[in-house]
């Protein structure tokens, strides 16, 4: 059975960096094909995808998001970390990570984690 | 970037009535389109990718279909779990996108 669980901070303040994990399991980021990307919802808005690293240690950003994105991998303890510097009130929402396996969806999100809310104030 | 636009915004339908989304693509991504089902409170769950291929578990009254920009979901006979926000994705060209969302509501 697959798994997915974000955590971190619950409220970052304005020009801070937010860094959020992914614990997974029930997969290895080490598989062909294997893919886990970030996204994002503000409240009542539409989600918006953020990033993706590849079992190859390929990735991917959303272009407007770009200088502030980071993602990577710690495969030995199945976890995807996000970075996201220069935080905004704008950037508040839930974030989520999801499982993509190349081979069989492509780039469908398989299966999401439950989320984590993240406000951004002073 | 792909733009992806969903319409309605807001559909009402009676129970046991077919609902029909759509969703646009902006460019051609070919059949690389997902749908998502969303209730209040949860994480988006993936129903249907590649266009019109359900995913694992997904009942049958779950239909997609489309290619290119031209992308719908069906779902055949509304029952009460159904009535949620729906989503489209495309994955064929880099960033990807989400659509706005369709919210189902109960008529």
């Known amino acids: 059975q697959v798994t997915l669980r974000e955590s971190g901070p619950a409220l970052v303040k304005p020009t801070q960096a937010l860094t959020l994990t992914c614990s997974f399991s029930g997969f290895s980021l080490t598989t062909p094909g294997m893919c886990v990307s970030w996204i994002r919802q503000p409240p009542g808005k539409a989600l918006q995808w953020l990033a993706r690293?590849?079992?190859?240690?390929?990735?991917t950003y959303n272009t407007s998001l770009k200088t502030r994105l980071t993602v990577s991998k710690d495969t030995s303890k199945n976890q995807v970390v996000l970075r996201l510097t220069n935080m905004d009130p704008a950037d508040t929402g839930t974030y989520y990570c999801a499982r993509t396996r190349l081979t069989t969806s492509r780039g469908a999100l398989l299966e999401w984690g439950q989320g984590t809310l993240v406000t951004v104030s002073s | 970037e792909t733009a992806m636009t969903q319409s309605p915004a807001t559909l009402s339908v009676s129970p046991g009535e077919r609902a029909t989304l759509s969703c646009r693509a902006s460019q051609s991504v070919s059949s690389n389109v997902a749908w998502y089902q969303q209730r209040p409170g949860q994480a988006p769950r993936l129903l249907i990718y590649?266009?019109?291929t359900r995913a694992t578990g997904i009942p049958a009254k779950f239909s997609g279909s489309g290619s290119g920009t031209e992308f719908t979901l069906t779902i055949s006979s509304m029952q009460s779990e159904d009535f949620a926000v729906y989503h489209c994705q495309q994955f064929g060209t880099w960033p990807y996108s989400f659509g706005q969302g369709t919210k189902l509501e109960m008529k």
């Open positions: 690293i590849d079992w190859n240690d390929d990735k």
């Open positions: 590649g266009a019109s």
